[in-house]
């Protein structure tokens, strides 16, 4: 497989609040610790029904049909056993590879959420602290990559492993680049070499290429996280110069890069409240949609390939979060159809 077209599977396996708003209803909580906690026993009836619904059999048969050819599936620390007040969600990930095999999809298998927490954000399961590197938690998120290894190595649809989820940027780089290291030495101990090993740029992507060209790496691809929506910069832009930095300022920074396969894992068409204000009406902003969303596909194109954020979000979601269901972006002609047969 050469061009990686993939979509995350977010929001399924690990909650985030602003995916599936309805979960939280009557509940002060703003991530999955605290919503679970609050639950209590219900804890287990509640995700049962959304991990049962969220994602099932058709959504792998429309994303086959629609083109994608890897997901991205983020998972917990607490995937094997329930570490409470999380519950476990192996049958859920077993679920996803069977139906990937069914469908032609390969996997690649996210640490989204580490013990701990890696970087203050929900979607780690615990927002408001950042963990991770403290005590023991890098040596069980080794431990748990490992059991990943040894659970699933023998899946035809194991596309590889993404080690750890946007670690935060001010984490020691020393540090992070040595539990890369020891995560490489683990991954490679199990699964083949076509199998990918995936590092997140910690949101620094210009400071990496030492790193890879003085060690040795088989098949380990680097993820980038880009948005247009969420720095100081994206509220006080047009609409011209949004699709500028689609078009131009990504490209350049991705061209930058030669040192490694690039992937962009998380990416979306959602844009600031302050530039669609600058629209004139709904035909306007549909316009600026496609030209974002088939700029930022053009530039990504450029690398090993890219998953979109999200492939779907839940009912009331869709009602205040445009741009990131990859679904209704397709269905609604905003960004184009993948042609299943198309060479990749």
């Not at 209590?40 to 099932?56: A, M, P, Q, W, Y």
């Not at 792998?60 to 983020?74: A, E, S, Y």
Request: hydrophobic share 40%; net charge negative.
């Amino acid at each position: 497989m050469n061009k990686i077209r993939g979509v995350n599977l977010g929001g399924w396996l690990v909650l985030e609040q602003w995916m599936t708003p309805e979960l939280y209803h009557g509940y002060d909580a703003k991530d999955e610790f605290h919503l679970l906690e609050q639950l209590g026993e219900s804890r287990f009836d509640v995700l049962k029904r959304h991990r049962d619904n969220f994602i099932t059999e058709a959504d792998f048969d429309w994303l086959h049909t629609h083109g994608i050819n890897v997901i991205r599936l983020p998972i917990g620390h607490w995937l094997f056993e329930d570490n409470e007040p999380y519950v476990n969600a192996l049958e859920y990930v077993e679920n996803a590879f069977h139906w990937g095999s069914q469908h032609d999809i390969k996997i690649l298998l996210d640490v989204h959420a580490a013990p701990g927490c890696q970087n203050g954000f929900d979607n780690g399961g615990l927002s408001g602290i950042v963990e991770w590197p403290i005590g023991d938690n890098v040596n069980q998120t080794l431990r748990f990559i490992e059991r990943l290894c040894i659970t699933f190595q023998n899946e035809p649809a194991l596309f590889g492993i993404e080690v750890l989820n946007e670690p935060r940027w001010d984490i020691d780089r020393n540090l992070l680049q040595n539990f890369y290291l020891d995560s490489y030495r683990i991954i490679r101990k199990y699964l083949n070499d076509s199998q990918v090993i995936v590092f997140h740029d910690a949101f620094r992507l210009d400071e990496w290429q030492e790193f890879f060209e003085s060690n040795s790496f088989v098949n380990v691809i680097l993820d980038t996280h880009m948005y247009q929506v969420f720095s100081h910069n994206d509220s006080t832009r047009n609409p011209s110069e949004t699709i500028e930095k689609a078009a131009v300022l990504r490209y350049h920074e991705i061209k930058k890069i030669s040192y490694v396969d690039l992937i962009v894992g998380e990416w979306s068409v959602g844009l600031h409240p302050h530039l669609l204000k600058q629209t004139h009406d709904d035909y306007e902003k549909e316009v600026l949609y496609r030209a974002v969303g088939n700029s930022l596909l053009t530039t990504f194109e450029q690398t090993r390939g890219w998953f979109f954020w999200n492939y779907k979000l839940s009912k009331e979601s869709m009602n205040t979060h445009f741009g990131w269901s990859y679904r209704e972006l397709v269905e609604t002609g905003i960004i184009p159809k993948i042609n299943k047969g198309e060479k990749q």
